[in-house]
């Protein structure tokens, strides 16, 4: 049979590119993808580059506050969003240009438009076209969840904060995510009185305990009004625009915008899917194996799709072993170990490797920790705190995770995931001679346990 493409991707974010582009410039496949919405996908345009933009903005306002205390005549007048914003679409558009550009100079052909499976071997364009691909790539990536009795009620997801003409007075943040966290610590320094409000015991689930404890207690300390153990058990869209919030706690107060992070589902709606007979996860994600294939054989997803690693670099490594394997002659799995990550509340919080709660599920553990006031904010008379901490196999002495709250955490982590994919253990960490005066010193400082066993 004869084909349009060797290759079709559905989906313009950052796995689904790459994969495109190695195939088209070094497996010499020929290329084709379609992304409905804007190239660069949920990273580039509503995700890891406008927050991390929104990030740098909010910490200013504490710069100016600490730059007073180290001698200098700085007045702070206000944050001007509508500037901002400005500037931040300036830079959104350049980078969706240079996805296009980077893609179409390999020879991969772009349609800016939806594309859905007919087939195991063909896509249907929004405009009828039929197309046939020898592989169909599925890289649509994750979409912000809306439980279904708030849905349709005006609130705003992570989508759409990007996209407010000014910002709100007050906001109500449901969720205790990383997205939920990172979007109330953004808000709070520009000015936005934020409660965030999350139904478990605890903010970030799945991260090691004192990181979570200490990102809590420095959100709460900054001015966030933290509510765990508490969900939302009603919405009301008042008359003047804003919303009235009932909680399971018999509360009920009116916020001006209120923002769900109540998670994300892979982007899966529609797309013809189970027409195509590709089986999928009970979620909604794209069940695949260890090479991103599919059941059907000439259909691979890889991304936020496969709801394996929700980041993208990883996708970003899947994409390019996908093309490696089916069209460079160099079998290639994505390595899902020890991947690292990072959360940008204020401080951040990075993590590699283990919790110290599953760590302890495998065997005995020594935990070293230390916590301590930096210098550069206790000079300005600051309080906030950081927190370094190694969880350590007491058998064999490997450091089996690393927790960071600091500023800079995000930077730290990704060298300490360097020794941790190397195996080092503590006692490689301890022959390394500390960088002073850091905060990153303490890391190779730590001489005894705080826990054992």
């Keep these: 049979m004869t084909f349009d493409y060797d290759l079709f991707v559905i989906g313009g974010g950052s ?15 020929r290329v084709a993808m379609a992304e409905e919405y804007r190239m660069g996908g949920t990273c580039v345009i509503r995700g890891c580059v406008p927050k991390k933009l929104m990030v740098f903005a909010a910490g200013h306002g504490a710069t100016l506050e600490e730059a007073r205390a180290y001698g200098w005549q700085v007045e702070a007048t206000g944050f001007d969003w509508r500037a901002f914003r400005a500037k931040l679409d300036a830079e959104l558009t350049r ?20 594309a859905t499976l007919a087939d195991p071997h063909t896509v249907l364009l929004a405009d009828g076209r039929r197309l046939t691909a020898r592989h169909i790539l599925i890289a649509t990536g994750g979409t912000p969840f809306v439980p279904p009795e708030f849905d349709g009620q005006g609130a705003m997801t992570s989508n759409e904060v990007f996209l407010m003409d000014e910002l709100p007075g007050t906001m109500l943040i449901i969720g205790g995510g990383f997205i939920a966290c990172e979007f109330a610590c953004v808000l709070q320094g520009l000015g936005v009185a934020v409660t965030q409000m999350y139904r478990g015991a605890q903010i970030l689930r799945g991260f090691d305990d004192d ?11 900054q001015g966030v009004t933290l509510e765990v153990g508490t969900d939302l058990v009603s919405l009301e869209r008042l008359p003047d625009g804003r919303y009235a919030a009932s909680d399971t706690n018999g509360g009920r107060r009116e916020f001006d915008r209120v923002l769900f992070a109540t998670g994300r589902v892979a982007n899966t709606g529609g797309l013809g899917l189970e027409a195509a ?11 695949v194996d260890g090479w991103s294939q599919t059941n059907i054989p000439s259909i691979y997803a890889v991304g936020d799709v496969t709801d394996r690693i929700q980041l993208t670099p990883v996708a970003i490594r899947e994409g390019h072993a996908f093309a490696d394997t089916v069209f460079g002659g160099k079998p290639t799995q994505a390595d899902h170990a ?60 490997r450091v089996l995770g690393c927790h960071i709250v600091a500023p800079g955490a995000a930077e730290m982590i990704q060298f300490a995931a360097v020794a941790l994919k190397m195996g080092a253990t503590k006692a490689d960490f301890d022959r390394v001679v500390a960088v002073h005066p850091t905060m990153a010193e303490e890391i190779v400082l730590l001489r005894k346990p705080v826990r054992e066993g």
């Excluded at 590699?352 to 008379?381: D, H, N, W, Y």
């Design 211 to 221: 990181l979570r404890h200490t990102v809590a207690a420095e959100m709460g300390a």
């Design 15 to 29: 796995g689904g590119v790459r994969a495109a582009r190695i195939a088209a410039s070094e497996g010499g496949a």
């Design 338 to 397: 020890l991947v690292a990550s990072a959360v940008f509340t204020r401080p951040e919080a990075a993590t590699v490797g283990l919790t110290e709660e599953e760590a302890r599920r495998e065997g005995p553990v020594k935990i070293f920790m230390t916590s301590f006031r930096p210098m550069q904010t206790a000079f300005a008379g600051g309080t906030s705190k950081v927190m370094m901490k190694l969880v350590v196999c007491a058998a064999s002495d």
């Design 277 to 287: 007979g590709v089986a999928l996860q009970e979620n909604g994600a794209v069940k």
């Design 95 to 114: 980078l969706e240009g240079a996805y296009t550009r980077n893609a179409e100079n390999a020879g991969v052909e772009i349609f800016h438009q939806r």
